[in-house]
């Protein structure tokens, strides 16, 4: 495949032990400054990166799975991205669009507006951060609706701020001893089909059914501004309901007056195969939320909803200093150029036929493997004690440590701590894609 990674050898290269001297010095001077509570999964230190390669301080050239989590989808420092924030940074840097506007933030607006699903009338509103947009769509929502409660699901990820680690389902590390949290957060169990209690052949109507007679008997349709949820959870698992479970619950929505809020800040921007991860079955969410792989690694975020709802809020009522930032805002619009010519969507499907069928073997060889699931190049395989769904977290961890020394980037998550998830840059070789999933095989027959 035509080479996208600004000149940086495609190779992984190991010439010292992973982390090396070098990292680990740097990894000693981070220790004595920067707080604790800012975690590494990996702690070799960067020097340059781009395709699908991290380069460290010792030399080392490492395959990226994890894309800074999901964030470098048109790769590190891809060409027009850098080439558009070179341009606009010599021009200027900030302003604030609430203060003098510039065109990037309209454009930005205009490629969501046409991009997210739905052809109705619609406006976005640009942030920094994903957790900062899934506060503003809930604001916008309550603001429209004039009501209060909002729904979210159990394994959910919505962020670290005040309301969004109410949003969040898991505990540690993301709520432990951060409270108090911001009220009126209603959780409902999530269509999770491997640990539905009735099997997954009946996840998706009990869930369905479940999720309606809960609202109606804790909340009342009637208070709900909002139902919040990520078409395949991310942190939480790269938990994929089935199918039927996110078109129920947008009609429930639009029987109901509430807002149905797609969190795409993961699963958005061609990741899945698609577009966005609720075009797979045709859902067109009121409120769409998106960040990470937007702008190529420039922090930008965005809620684009319908016009009604969006222009519900009055002027001053949303915004932020630096939100739509236009340096941000240009790599956005290398990014999203970047996706259509390279046709990222067809890659990101590409990558999921040639990395599903080795899960799936891997997962025949070995019974640890409880689970392959997700779609395009957001993949996942959940570990458990072989004959159950007791969660594994240990054999996980081991894994994944061997693909860090082996030179594989690699991340875990899920509530459990028991899955390793794949988001390998869009513009991966398959050569190291191929190679990434020999590490991963390898590091299974070493256990
Ligand atoms: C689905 C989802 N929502 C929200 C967030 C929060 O985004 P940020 O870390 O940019 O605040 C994340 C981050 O992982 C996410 O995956």
């Not at 604790?36 to 960067?46: A, D, H, I, Q």
Request: proline fraction near 6%; charged fraction near 20%; glycine fraction near 12%.
């Amino acid at each position: 495949m035509t080479d996208h990674s600004a000149g940086l050898p495609q190779r992984r290269h190991l010439v010292t032990e992973i982390p090396g001297p070098a990292s680990r010095e740097l990894l000693a001077r981070r220790e004595s400054a920067v707080a604790r509570g800012v975690s590494n999964m990996l702690p070799v230190f960067v020097t340059d990166a781009g395709g699908g390669v991290i380069v460290d301080a010792d030399g080392n050239s490492l395959i990226d799975f994890g894309s800074g989590i999901a964030v470098v989808s048109v790769g590190n420092a891809a060409p027009r991205v850098a080439a558009r924030v070179a341009e606009q940074v010599a021009r200027f840097t900030h302003t604030c669009f609430m203060v003098t506007p510039y065109e990037g933030y309209v454009a930005v607006a205009e490629e969501l507006n046409k991009r997210t699903p739905g052809d109705h009338a619609k406006r976005t509103a640009l942030f920094n951060s994903g957790a900062e947009a899934v506060e503003n769509a809930v604001k916008i929502a309550r603001h429209a609706t004039g009501r209060q409660a909002i729904v979210a699901f159990d394994h959910a990820y919505h962020g670290r701020t005040n309301l969004t680690m109410a949003l969040t389902a898991k505990n540690m590390p993301y709520k432990d001893k951060f409270g108090p949290f911001a009220g009126e957060i209603y959780r409902m169990p999530m269509a999770y089909p491997l640990r539905w209690p009735g099997g997954p052949a009946a996840c998706e109507a009990e869930a369905l059914n479940t999720f309606k007679n809960l609202v109606h008997a804790q909340v009342g349709e009637h208070n709900v501004a909002a139902v919040i949820i990520e078409p395949i959870q991310g942190e939480g698992g790269f938990v994929v309901p089935p199918s039927g479970f996110l078109p129920g619950l947008a009609a429930f929505c639009q029987d109901n007056g509430i807002v149905f809020i797609a969190d795409e800040i993961q699963t958005g921007f061609c990741r899945t195969g698609d577009w966005f991860a609720v075009d797979h079955e045709g859902v067109v969410p009121d409120m769409v939320t998106t960040a990470k792989g937007i702008a190529g690694g420039l922090p930008l975020a965005g809620v684009t909803g319908r016009a009604e709802i969006m222009d519900s809020v009055h002027a001053g009522g949303l915004g932020g200093t630096y939100g739509g930032n236009p340096v941000a805002c240009a790599a956005a619009l290398g990014s999203i150029e970047t996706m259509v010519d390279l046709e990222l969507t067809a890659r990101a499907r590409r990558i999921g036929e040639i990395m599903l069928p080795r899960l799936h073997k891997l997962a025949a060889a070995y019974p640890v493997i409880a689970d392959v699931r997700g779609r395009g190049a957001m993949l996942a395989i959940e570990l458990c004690r072989p004959g159950t769904l007791d969660p594994d977290p240990a054999t996980t961890t081991a894994v994944s440590a061997a693909c860090h020394r082996a030179g594989l980037v690699t991340l875990t998550c899920g509530t459990f701590g028991n899955v390793i998830r794949f988001l390998p840059p869009l513009v991966i070789g398959e050569d190291l894609l191929n190679e990434g999933l020999s590490i991963l095989e390898d590091a299974f027959a070493a256990l």
